[in-house]
């Protein structure tokens, strides 16, 4: 492959197309895009549609430090029918005909309001001894999980058949919360059982689907050598979560090459409040650097992720 792009750097929001895998969304974009460096943030399952935030160049640093930990989900299920996957792909373990009233599904789902523990489902890509939970639960092999603190910010079912046991929820849950699971938990709660039918992620890592672009467009964009109008600069996801630094011409030089800034050479004017704080270093030009955090107790500006 050609890297003709090699200088793209930054973020695109892709509306992900249900049957697609995350990675398959990645191997596809490095063909438009033709650059190889490309991640993204929040792993959907195949059968999910909406947002996956992809990062390309040198933007794939970010992947790992977004301060966005939140993301919402608009998910169909249905009650009273229990598969090993969670989800409405898996093999049925269970039905049962004695299905909740709306009243009932309500309360039950607002009870998972707030923290939580979350077991991992075994179709799941959390390492357990080196190997994905999925890799082993597709050999027959179940493990022995720890339960995961979570936190459930916003439920409501919006939809509920009292008859077909079918309905929609939306939900905003942290980061590694699994939706099939906690729609699989309401359900055993239940006493019914439940499994999820689709799932649309609506939010995550800052960006909502009106931002999204789907393949085709993107495809579309490429091709008409606009894709600068799509692609979005990689310190948005940071400029509202921390302040920026800039820095004088010589400074900004020290910096990229390497050197622990004192406050003062970094233009800090009150050590004592810029302790611990995290900021966003640009140079003269404002152009992005990276992340950094000032230590009073060194009087040092102290690099945590370069992105120039």
């Given at each position: 492959?050609?890297?003709?792009?090699?200088?793209?750097?930054?973020?695109?929001?892709?509306?992900?197309?249900?049957?697609?895998?995350?990675?398959?969304?990645?191997?596809?974009l490095?063909?438009?895009?033709?650059?190889?460096?490309?991640?993204?943030s929040?792993?959907?399952?195949?059968?999910?549609?909406?947002?996956?935030?992809?990062?390309?160049?040198?933007?794939?640093?970010?992947?790992?430090?977004?301060?966005?930990?939140?993301?919402?989900?608009?998910?169909?299920?249905?009650?009273?029918?229990?598969?090993?996957?969670?989800d409405i792909?898996?093999?049925?373990?269970?039905?049962?005909?004695?299905?909740?009233?709306?009243?009932?599904?309500?309360?039950?789902?607002?009870?998972?309001l707030?923290?939580?523990?979350?077991?991992p489902?075994?179709?799941?890509?959390?390492?357990?001894d080196?190997?994905?939970?999925?890799?082993l639960?597709?050999?027959?092999?179940?493990?022995?999980?720890t339960?995961?603190?979570?936190?459930?910010?916003?439920?409501?079912?919006?939809?509920?058949?009292?008859?077909?046991?079918?309905?929609?929820?939306?939900?905003?849950?942290?980061?590694?919360?699994?939706?099939?699971?906690?729609?699989?938990?309401?359900?055993?709660?239940?006493?019914?059982?439940?499994?999820?039918?689709?799932?649309?992620?609506?939010?995550?890592?800052?960006?909502?689907?009106?931002?999204?672009?789907?393949?085709?467009?993107?495809?579309?964009?490429?091709?008409?050598?606009?894709?600068s109008?799509?692609?979005?600069?990689?310190?948005?996801?940071?400029?509202?979560?921390?302040?920026?630094?800039?820095?004088?011409?010589?400074?900004?030089?020290?910096?990229?090459?390497?050197?622990?800034?004192?406050?003062?050479?970094a233009?800090?004017?009150?050590?004592?409040?810029?302790?611990?704080?995290?900021?966003?270093?640009?140079?003269?030009?404002?152009?992005?650097l990276?992340?950094?955090?000032?230590?009073?107790?060194?009087?040092?500006?102290?690099?945590?992720?370069?992105?120039?």
């Amino acid at each position: 492959m050609n890297n003709i792009n090699d200088n793209i750097c930054g973020i695109i929001p892709v509306n992900k197309p249900q049957g697609w895998t995350s990675f398959d969304v990645v191997a596809k974009l490095r063909g438009i895009l033709h650059i190889k460096k490309i991640g993204h943030s929040g792993t959907l399952d195949p059968m999910a549609t909406g947002v996956l935030p992809v990062f390309v160049g040198k933007a794939t640093r970010a992947c790992d430090m977004l301060p966005f930990d939140n993301k919402s989900y608009l998910a169909g299920f249905k009650m009273g029918v229990s598969t090993d996957t969670q989800d409405i792909t898996g093999e049925v373990l269970k039905t049962c005909d004695n299905l909740p009233s709306f009243e009932e599904i309500k309360e039950a789902a607002n009870s998972f309001l707030g923290d939580i523990m979350q077991l991992p489902p075994m179709y799941s890509a959390v390492k357990v001894d080196g190997k994905k939970l999925y890799q082993l639960a597709r050999q027959g092999k179940t493990v022995e999980r720890t339960p995961k603190p979570r936190r459930v910010e916003k439920i409501t079912v919006r939809e509920y058949n009292e008859t077909t046991g079918e309905g929609v929820l939306y939900t905003a849950v942290s980061k590694g919360t699994y939706v099939r699971t906690l729609i699989n938990d309401i359900g055993e709660k239940l006493g019914c059982g439940g499994c999820m039918t689709s799932l649309e992620r609506l939010s995550a890592a800052g960006f909502v689907k009106a931002q999204c672009y789907t393949l085709e467009q993107i495809q579309t964009f490429a091709d008409d050598g606009k894709l600068s109008q799509i692609i979005i600069p990689v310190q948005s996801v940071f400029s509202a979560h921390y302040d920026k630094l800039s820095l004088g011409e010589r400074a900004a030089a020290m910096y990229k090459n390497g050197v622990k800034l004192h406050g003062k050479q970094a233009g800090i004017k009150n050590a004592a409040l810029a302790d611990g704080v995290t900021f966003m270093v640009c140079d003269s030009e404002d152009n992005f650097l990276g992340l950094a955090k000032y230590s009073a107790e060194t009087d040092e500006l102290v690099s945590l992720r370069n992105f120039y």
